[in-house]
């Protein structure tokens, strides 16, 4: 009998900015924890904002990294993510966690995507639980749950902070700053130095910092479900 199933939400965004440099979602950001899930027997559904292919940020394509060797191999999992489930088809009562993958791209179209905000609310609502690591954090920043509140209010939350994005050189580039919207929307952002792992966890909502936090991301999201009995 399969365990409790997870919604994997990768961006659709491809480009970044007005540079005309690609972007897209960042692999390690995705396969360490896609399988400390499903070596833990949890099942995963991958989805985007447009459904179909999920661009990929060439620049992440480290295959010293052997859970992204392992993803590239993965036949399996390497089609999930070319044939994504359109977020409008997802329905939250299939899921007891989602989880966003960072890369650039969430930070133009999962920040603002409406159908992923309301998966993420309706889930979170139903005892699921709330996970993103590094820019990933763009998918959750602006959910708003039924209360009216934002989902980060008054919790510990972290994301890709200001401080590496000078360093990327790319803070002229984002529609945003993720560490100054995450903490005016009432989050309680804490951070590590620079590129260093940071794991948050508060309550049902569990984000990571940066590439470095993505294996943590997957063992504080396999704990946090199997503490649940999943």
Same mark, same amino acid.
């Given at each position: 009998?399969?365990?409790?199933?997870?919604?994997?939400?990768?961006?659709?965004?491809?480009?970044?900015?007005?540079?005309?440099?690609?972007?897209?979602?960042?692999?390690?950001?995705?396969?360490?924890?896609?399988?400390?899930? $499903?070596? %833990? /027997?949890?099942? #995963?559904?991958?989805? !985007?904002?447009?459904?179909?292919? @999920?661009?990929?940020?060439?620049?992440?394509?480290?295959?010293?990294?052997?859970?992204?060797?392992?993803?590239?191999?993965?036949?399996?999992?390497?089609?999930?993510?070319?044939?994504?489930?359109?977020?409008?088809?997802?329905?939250?009562?299939?899921?007891?966690?989602?989880?966003?993958?960072?890369?650039?791209?969430?930070?133009?179209?999962?920040?603002?995507?409406?159908?992923?905000?309301?998966?993420?609310?309706?889930?979170?609502?139903?005892?699921?639980?709330?996970?993103?690591?590094?820019?990933?954090?763009?998918?959750?920043?602006?959910?708003?749950?039924?209360?009216?509140?934002? $989902?980060? %209010? /008054?919790?510990? #939350?972290?994301?890709? !902070?200001?401080?590496?994005?000078? @360093?990327?050189?790319?803070?002229?580039?984002?529609?945003?700053?993720?560490?100054?919207?995450?903490?005016?929307?009432?989050?309680?952002?804490?951070?590590?130095?620079?590129?260093?792992?940071?794991?948050?966890?508060?309550?049902?909502?569990?984000?990571?910092?940066?590439?470095?936090?993505?294996?943590?991301?997957?063992?504080?999201?396999?704990?946090?479900?199997?503490?649940?009995?999943?």
């Amino acid at each position: 009998m399969s365990r409790a199933k997870v919604l994997i939400v990768l961006t659709s965004h491809d480009r970044m900015g007005d540079t005309g440099e690609p972007t897209g979602y960042y692999l390690p950001e995705l396969t360490h924890p896609l399988y400390a899930l $499903l070596d %833990a /027997g949890f099942d #995963v559904d991958i989805s !985007s904002p447009k459904g179909g292919a @999920a661009p990929m940020d060439p620049r992440s394509k480290d295959l010293d990294d052997p859970e992204n060797k392992r993803f590239l191999d993965d036949q399996n999992m390497t089609a999930k993510v070319k044939h994504s489930l359109k977020l409008a088809d997802a329905k939250a009562q299939d899921y007891k966690a989602i989880l966003y993958p960072g890369g650039h791209g969430p930070m133009w179209d999962l920040a603002e995507d409406q159908v992923s905000q309301s998966l993420a609310r309706q889930i979170y609502e139903h005892n699921g639980v709330v996970a993103a690591v590094c820019h990933g954090s763009a998918g959750i920043v602006n959910v708003k749950l039924s209360s009216g509140t934002y $989902l980060v %209010a /008054g919790k510990q #939350v972290t994301g890709f !902070s200001n401080e590496e994005e000078d @360093a990327a050189g790319l803070s002229k580039v984002m529609p945003f700053m993720l560490e100054s919207l995450l903490a005016e929307r009432g989050g309680k952002y804490v951070k590590s130095p620079l590129w260093k792992e940071k794991v948050v966890i508060d309550g049902r909502l569990i984000t990571g910092q940066n590439p470095a936090s993505a294996k943590g991301i997957g063992i504080q999201l396999v704990k946090a479900l199997s503490d649940q009995g999943n």
